[in-house]
């Protein structure tokens, strides 16, 4: 089961209507069963959010520093006795030497907040490994998302979510509340079942980032070889010219913007292939593909990619005029000059042009870089469906619209020139204008009047072919119904 499908609405607190602040702890006790890193941080965070705190030890004497003078430390049969609700904060191997307190842990609430090393290490979950030990309390898998740090510094400095999963209802709320509290916010994942889920989830390392990674590597791969062959292996074929020193600068710098630029458009593709979807099954109910499914889920990670290598392209860029070889070929240029007494090298077609390349291409990064920025979640939070729509769409497509004009511009006429096909290879550019292109193309054809209505229609829930029922007033002044095609 995926994360997305267990997750549900946030729990509620109890509270009184109109009030969305949960209760305060009344001081309530909380007991803390361990003395690691995780324990003394959960200490400090439930101290602060005003609980009372018993931490329960083996060696409550040494340990009674590490922890915060307000939290009684004391043995662990003396620490489960003054609280019903506590955070088991120990590894599972030491779980069994808790069954000498089996009987003073009857009735109790143990919050679970271990984590294996691996994924999927055991058969069973932790927590409930723990309720097949300790079968009088009730388990809840809780706080194991959330690190040593975020508990210390607090919510505003890491992820907010804590996700809660248990068999008894009344403890889950119990952990709700607790964590609001704290201030963090309480998600239900459902039953005991879900534990091994939520224990995964901390030793993923990036799940959401694997496919976009992969694709751009994979892009960048193809666009360095193609570049590699062009400026490096034909010049040394055909000219017997050495230019390797290309390779660590000049070469990565090719081929980073066509990355960006590649992947910037497959951000946009896949709702075009959507919309062609919608309009030619002429209903929204109809199922996408789940490659496309896939594809519109990571638009948010591919966009962040490209962002990131056109960040990158800007700053090889800026660096290019730093190399020694950039240097000597300056010299190399300006004593030609002079040797063939030319008073000057100006071109204004090329002035033109340079000057309108790198200021589009300046606007097309702050475009990426607004588009990035609201993507984070602090930031897309503060804004409405509207504004964000506005942003991610509206401005994005923009933006691809700027960044074909920065391409072109660096093209201009190379594109007609015949010495500008190595080994009868088109130059690199032309290639990466064929998706965004398909993608503008697409978009105005889908702003068209008449398509769009259509589009519009169809995602408001209109269905083509299906027949609705309606109702007319008869002359008698009574109601008769009848039936018409959707298609009308």
């Not at 939520?198 to 990036?206: A, D, F, K």
């Not at 660096?319 to 010299?331: A, D, E, F, K, V």
């Amino acid at each position: 089961m995926s994360r997305g499908d267990m997750a549900k609405p946030l729990l509620g607190h109890g509270s009184r209507e109109g009030d969305c602040s949960p209760p305060p702890p009344a001081g309530r006790t909380v007991g803390v069963l361990g003395s690691g890193d995780f324990a003394r941080s959960l200490a400090v965070r439930l101290v602060s959010s005003g609980f009372r705190v018993v931490v329960g030890s083996r060696n409550p004497k040494r340990k009674a520093s590490l922890f915060p003078a307000a939290a009684e430390v004391t043995f662990q049969a003396e620490a489960v006795k003054k609280a019903d609700v506590i955070f088991v904060a120990i590894f599972r191997e030491h779980y069994s030497t808790l069954c000498d307190l089996a009987d003073v842990l009857v009735g109790k609430i143990l919050v679970d907040v271990s984590n294996n090393t691996e994924i999927n290490h055991h058969k069973e979950s932790n927590a409930e490994y723990l309720a097949s030990l300790f079968p009088a309390c009730t388990v809840v898998k809780a706080f194991n998302v959330v690190s040593a740090w975020t508990l210390q510094s607090g919510a505003r400095d890491g992820n907010k979510q804590v996700l809660i999963c248990s068999n008894n209802q009344e403890a889950k709320r119990t952990i709700a509340e607790i964590a609001q509290i704290m201030g963090f916010t309480p998600v239900d994942m459902g039953c005991m079942s879900s534990a091994c889920e939520i224990e995964n989830i901390p030793l993923r390392l990036l799940p959401a980032w694997k496919i976009p990674i992969f694709l751009a590597l994979g892009l960048f791969l193809c666009f360095f070889t193609y570049n590699l062959i062009r400026q490096v292996i034909h010049p040394y074929i055909r000219e017997q010219k050495n230019k390797l020193y290309k390779i660590p600068i000049e070469v990565v710098n090719t081929t980073l913007p066509c990355v960006s630029y590649v992947m910037l458009s497959l951000v946009y593709l896949p709702g075009v292939l959507a919309a062609c979807s919608q309009l030619y099954y002429g209903t929204k109910y109809r199922r996408f593909p789940d490659w496309l499914d896939q594809w519109l889920q990571h638009r948010k990670q591919i966009g962040l990619l490209s962002f990131f290598c056109a960040a990158l392209h800007a700053v090889y860029s800026l660096c290019l005029p730093m190399r020694r070889s950039h240097r000597y070929l300056l010299i190399e240029t300006a004593v030609k000059q002079a040797v063939e007494k030319k008073m000057t090298i100006w071109v204004e077609e090329e002035v033109w042009r340079m000057e309108i390349y790198i200021s589009v291409g300046i606007i097309a990064l702050g475009l990426l870089s607004l588009l990035a920025i609201t993507s984070l979640p602090s930031i897309a939070n503060s804004l409405n469906w509207r504004e964000f729509s506005f942003i991610q769409s509206s401005l994005g497509f923009i933006a691809l619209v700027i960044s074909t004009l920065h391409t072109l511009t660096y093209g201009w006429s190379r594109a007609f020139d015949e010495n500008q096909y190595k080994f009868y290879l088109p130059p690199t550019y032309t290639l990466t204008l064929l998706v965004p292109c398909t993608v503008i193309i697409a978009k105005v054809i889908f702003s068209l009047p008449c398509i769009q209505h259509r589009l519009l229609r169809i995602r408001r829930g209109w269905e083509k072919g299906r027949y609705v029922k309606f109702v007319l007033p008869s002359a008698t002044g009574e109601f008769s119904s009848g039936e018409t095609s959707s298609n009308v």
